[in-house]
């Protein structure tokens, strides 16, 4: 029952098909607990979740379910059978209690007897109640757990490949409506956190629109503290068209849109289209002229078309 690796399957792309074909998920949470790996001599267990249940865009909700299961069994539990009179069985499945017992010794020094916590996880009834709990063991937190146990805290993420944040179905969305499609609500003492992770490139296809946009306006004023863009991957505006013989560039698209009062960790890189090329007239005898180059961003943008005479003497 040791859980050295969780592998969370999510974002299902066909319900017809199998639950258990690994390429039927788009995305996947690994969670590895090392210390659990080396107290069992090197032995990895795997715990394997096929999750029709977790959108493609609810990341936070497959973090929190491998550091859940990898804390809850880090440890290999034991398994402990006692029975109950009728006038004390009021423990039912499910329900935590301490056992203390000739039998619940400290599996580390000074191997004393103590209180050990259980879990009820089955309950017969015949002459008194009869109950099968296993021992209650939650290690500690790893780092990629992103603080899954806090109650306030709520991460929206941001992977791959992103056209204007796009939900689903492919259209644009701003960062609250994002948040919207994770979590239920929002209350002044919750933790916001959207984290564009090391997969992100997140940008915008049209050079008059932002890659990413926080709200239609003031829409995360609730919270007692600002939400966080927490930038591990890129954010690019478009690229710049490029000038057209005897014609103008155009400038670059924007990044972010600041609709709200934010925090900012930004440890990947933010940056706006650049701007496209201008055209090119010679200056010697050939009077050859050539279009502006296409600037880079996001989605570098076509050069510009035409040409002057290319005759040479």
Same mark, same amino acid.
């Given at each position: ?18 639950? #258990? ?20 001599? &090197? ?7 096929? =999750? ?30 006692? %029975?109950?009179? =009728? ?14 017992? #000739? ?56 992977? &791959? ?9 492919? %259209? ?41 946009? @926080?709200?239609? +306006? %003031? ?5 007692? @503290? ?12 478009? $690229? ?5 013989? #005897? &014609?103008?560039?155009?400038?670059? +698209? ?17 940056? $706006?289209?650049? $701007? ?16 502006? !180059?296409? +600037? ?7 050069? !510009? ?9």
């Amino acid at each position: 029952m040791r859980v050295s690796n969780v592998i969370i399957r999510f974002g299902q792309r066909d319900p017809t098909k199998k639950r #258990d074909d690994s390429s039927n998920y788009k995305q996947a949470q690994v969670r590895i607990t090392p210390l659990s790996i080396v107290k069992y001599g &090197g032995v990895e267990k795997y715990r394997i979740i096929n =999750s029709r249940w977790i959108s493609n865009g609810n990341r936070a909700a497959a973090i929190r379910l491998a550091a859940r299961r990898g804390r809850r069994f880090e440890e290999m539990p034991r398994s402990i059978n006692f %029975n109950l009179d =009728s006038r004390d069985a009021d423990v039912w499945t499910g329900q935590s209690m301490a056992i203390n017992s #000739d039998l619940t010794l400290r599996n580390s020094a000074p191997y004393d007897r103590f209180c050990m916590p259980v879990q009820v996880f089955s309950v017969g009834e015949s002459k008194d109640y009869q109950y099968q709990a296993l021992e209650h063991t939650y290690g500690n937190a790893l780092p990629e757990d992103e603080d899954s146990d806090d109650p306030n805290y709520r991460p929206v993420y941001i992977s &791959g490949q992103t056209i204007r944040i796009e939900d689903g179905a492919g %259209n644009p969305q701003t960062l609250r409506e994002a948040y919207d499609s994770v979590w239920p609500d929002l209350l002044a003492a919750y933790n916001v956190v959207f984290i564009f992770d090391l997969s992100c490139v997140a940008g915008s296809d049209d050079i008059t629109e932002y890659a990413v946009v @926080t709200s239609s +306006g %003031n829409e995360f004023a609730v919270l007692t @503290t600002p939400i966080l863009l927490d930038v591990r991957g890129l954010i690019a505006g478009k $690229g710049g068209f490029g000038a057209d013989v #005897d &014609g103008t560039a155009a400038a670059g +698209g924007p990044a972010i849109s600041l609709d709200d009062n934010i925090r900012l960790t930004n440890t990947g890189v933010i940056v $706006g289209g650049g $701007g496209g090329g201008n055209f090119q007239t010679s200056t010697d005898v050939t009077d050859a002229d050539a279009a502006g !180059g296409g +600037g880079a961003g996001f989605d570098n943008s076509v050069v !510009g078309t035409g040409s002057g005479p290319s005759t040479f003497s």
